[in-house]
Nanobody, 124 residues
Framework: VQLQASGGGLVHPGGSLRLSCAAS????????LGWFRQAPGKEREFVSA????????RYADSVKGRFTISRDYAKNTVFLQMNSLKPEDTAVYYC??????????????????WGQGTQVTVSS
């Protein structure tokens, strides 16, 4: 499975962006998909994850209530709708797949098939 992340850009604080993670080359039926972000000089940070079959969803506390993850079966794509963006949301955002048990879903070490990342910059 190959993943292609897109949708990043420059937005003012309080603005919105929708990221897409399109999968090709295979089915996502046995996977969960996660979004992570990494700011310069910082560790890669869990943002959100969704189980492709079953729909379990989890968010990091820092984005809960502002970000929404969803999936489109027909497009083989996962979306991350980001609202009320803050400067601290600035980072490169990556999507990746995992088959790890749901209890370990936030650990990036259990993920593979990383997409190339898309830059999100929140600045006035």
């Amino acid at each position: 499975v190959q993943l292609q992340a897109s949708g990043g850009g420059l937005v003012h604080p309080g603005g919105s962006l929708r990221l897409s993670c399109a999968a090709s080359g295979g089915t996502l039926n046995s996977y969960s998909l996660g979004w992570f972000r990494q700011a310069p000089g910082k560790e890669r940070e869990f943002v959100s994850a969704i189980r492709w079959s079953g729909g379990n969803i989890r968010y990091a506390d820092s984005v809960k209530g502002r970000f929404t993850i969803s999936r489109d079966y027909a497009k083989n794509t996962v979306f991350l709708q980001m609202n009320s963006l803050k400067p601290e949301d600035t980072a490169v955002y990556y999507c990746a797949t995992t088959r790890i048990v749901w209890g370990l879903i936030e650990d990036h070490k259990h993920y593979g098939n990383w997409g190339q990342g898309t830059q999100v910059t929140v600045s006035s």
